[in-house]
């Protein structure tokens, strides 16, 4: 898993939310078997890892407890793993991770960056997984109060820089830390496009850095109907393949997306153009 984290293609990973609430596909794939299957789907359609949630973190969602997050995404994450499926455990929970990563998960996603539960270093240290440290400064019921900055780019960045330092001090080796932005995490539309427009400037920091775009509200607004309706999530992939090739290009190491089928389509399209960054990786024509 080493190996992907330092891939010099893009990565992606597919989202599997087996939640009754998540904004986009709360519902949708409660049930095990479906579950399942659409994991097995992700990873046939070109998934590199399969991000399975249990807990939705959409803005003003309720939290659950950890033993109903682990009961959801534990048999999951067994049968994916029995199937050869590489797993991300999207949680915030030390113990929600250490059990997915006893049942068979490679990589820890915190959309805290360390910060909801200071065990979970301890936890990303002694499995020597690795660990995605997202910027975050609070949890789903509270995260619009705290979307006050004043540049963005250079708050997260320094944000980001301090969750990394802490890592690093609790013993988890750089080479197993990815960071990511937090899109829609106590960020405004303005804050989002600010951050995707400058992304260079946080792939500076030196690790590899996962891009999440995909669906969110923003994608929504930018696309409202005449009357400021916004875009149904459901119609937000095009705009999401978008920004995630955008991200690509500006040098993100991944994107999280619900379509990867259309994501890996359109990297491959883009790879034909001749990128430099796909490109160097290519032996054969064709080669992927």
């Given at each position: 898993m080493t190996d992907l984290v330092r891939a010099q293609?893009?990565?992606l990973m597919g989202v599997l939310n087996v939640t009754p609430d998540s904004f986009s596909d709360g519902g949708r794939y409660?049930?095990?078997d479906a579950a399942v299957g659409h994991g097995v789907r992700l990873r046939a359609e070109g998934a590199d890892l399969v991000d399975v949630g249990g807990e939705s973190t959409r803005p003003g969602a309720d939290?659950?407890?950890a033993e109903t997050e682990v009961a959801r995404v534990l048999p999951v994450i067994r049968a994916l793993h029995a199937a050869g499926i590489p797993i991300s455990i999207d949680t915030s929970r030390a113990r929600v991770a250490e059990a997915a990563l006893a049942g068979?998960?490679?990589?820890?996603?915190?959309v805290s960056g360390?910060?909801?539960?200071?065990?979970?270093?301890?936890v990303v240290r002694d499995a020597g997984c690795p660990w995605v440290l997202m910027h975050w400064r609070g949890h789903s019921r509270e995260m619009r109060e705290l979307a006050n900055y004043g540049d963005v780019v250079a708050d997260v960045r320094?944000?980001?820089s301090q969750r990394v330092d802490q890592a690093l001090a609790a013993g988890v080796a750089a080479e197993k830390?990815?960071?990511?932005?937090?899109l829609g995490f106590a960020k405004t539309a303005a804050h989002n496009w600010e951050l995707s427009a400058r992304l260079s400037e946080l792939?500076?920091?030196?690790?590899p850095l996962l891009f999440a775009s995909s669906r969110k509200s923003y994608l929504g607004r930018l696309l409202a109907d005449a009357d400021g309706t916004p875009r149904p999530t459901s119609e937000r992939e095009a705009a999401t393949i978008a920004t995630s090739v955008l991200a690509v290009a500006a040098g993100a190491w991944g994107v999280r997306v619900h379509d990867v089928r259309g994501t890996a389509d359109a990297l491959a399209v883009w790879r034909a153009t001749g990128s430099p960054r796909l490109l160097s990786n290519t032996t054969d024509e064709g080669d992927r």
């Open positions: 293609v893009p990565v409660a049930d095990l939290r659950v407890d068979g998960a490679d990589v820890v996603n915190d360390g910060l909801a539960d200071p065990d979970m270093a301890r320094a944000e980001l830390i990815i960071i990511d932005p937090g792939v500076d920091l030196g690790f």
